[in-house]
């Protein structure tokens, strides 16, 4: 399924999105920076960890509200709250006012609001899209966010620490931005049937380099980029396999708990290279991903053999 043949609510997403990528990523990659320098780094670790807490609750929150509410009404208030929460952000690191620690107040939010965001655009496009041509609209869309994570870090080392205030303020502009491209070119994907079903119911990234070889490292973020794409249009597809339709948001709000638990003890990594070092953090780091891919292979497994026992009866 070509970008060409995609209706035009997915390519709207698309291009709003390619853009919030990138301004957030121009500010992430920095942010613990700023916090170890505003708090320590210790207290910057801490911090972080607890303001990913809040996107764990918000993660669950959001894909049951998803399934509840619909998928645009949810993506066009997450896009709306995350543009304000960067405005206080901004506000924040202002020429007339700075304060840290309503700075950390506009981060969390911005990350409470993203994490709602994350299950209705996932569901969105499993509403959407045939299940034969999932993997592939789920790849592009991953492709375009790896691509911020590359051109957001070299933007935002130059104008992060020199044009703080005036970023920020580009970052509430492109959300809210995003909000009125999803208000005005998408449709709501979720049946009218699902919502009242669910209706029903409720009645009831950052690492520092600083030893060791520069190409070894190109050559080890190329391959774990690669081997990201390769299994995200696989992982998303697996899931809107595994979803009954009323609950296809929460399904998804459960699945990304993958990325908001690991930002959530990512910041870790921060204290750990002052205790441990770098390299015995990146062993670590290392041992994580290989018992993720046996967890992998476990689930994998016994979705095969449930299918084949199905199958036979």
């Not at 499993?126 to 590359?150: G, K, L, W």
């Not at 998303?236 to 930002?263: C, D, H, V, W």
Request: a positive charge.
């Amino acid at each position: 399924m070509r970008i060409r043949d995609w209706n035009k609510s997915l390519k709207s997403r698309l291009i709003g999105e390619v853009f919030m990528n990138i301004t957030y990523w121009m500010l992430f990659p920095f942010l613990a920076i700023y916090f170890a320098d505003e708090f320590g780094k210790t207290m910057a670790g801490m911090l972080m960890i607890l303001s990913q807490i809040f996107s764990v609750t918000s993660n669950l929150v959001g894909g049951y509200c998803a399934d509840r509410f619909g998928r645009k009404r949810m993506m066009v208030f997450a896009a709306t709250g995350q543009g304000l929460s960067f405005f206080i952000f901004a506000l924040a690191n202002s020429p007339f006012y700075n304060s840290p620690l309503l700075a950390f107040a506009g981060f969390t939010l911005a990350g409470v609001f993203g994490a709602f965001y994350a299950p209705a655009r996932d569901a969105s496009v499993a509403d959407m899209v045939p299940e034969e041509h999932r993997s592939v609209v789920y790849a592009v869309f991953y492709t375009s966010f790896n691509i911020a994570v590359v051109i957001g870090p070299i933007l935002g080392g130059i104008f992060f620490f020199l044009y703080r205030f005036e970023l920020l303020l580009f970052a509430t502009v492109v959300c809210l931005l995003l909000a009125w491209i999803l208000y005005r070119f998408s449709h709501e994907s979720l049946s009218p049937q699902t919502m009242m079903e669910m209706k029903v119911k409720s009645s009831g990234w950052i690492g520092a380099i600083k030893y060791g070889n520069f190409y070894i490292f190109i050559l080890a973020m190329f391959i774990f980029t690669m081997g990201e794409l390769l299994i995200v249009g696989v992982q998303q597809s697996f899931i809107s396999k595994l979803a009954p339709e009323n609950m296809m948001g929460q399904y998804f709000a459960a699945a990304s708990l993958r990325n908001t638990i690991g930002r959530m003890i990512a910041p870790l990594s921060i204290p750990m290279t002052a205790w441990f070092g770098f390299v015995w953090t990146f062993m670590i780091l290392t041992g994580l991903a290989v018992v993720s891919a046996f967890l992998y292979l476990i689930v994998f497994t016994l979705f095969e053999q449930k299918r084949a026992a199905s199958s036979s009866l």
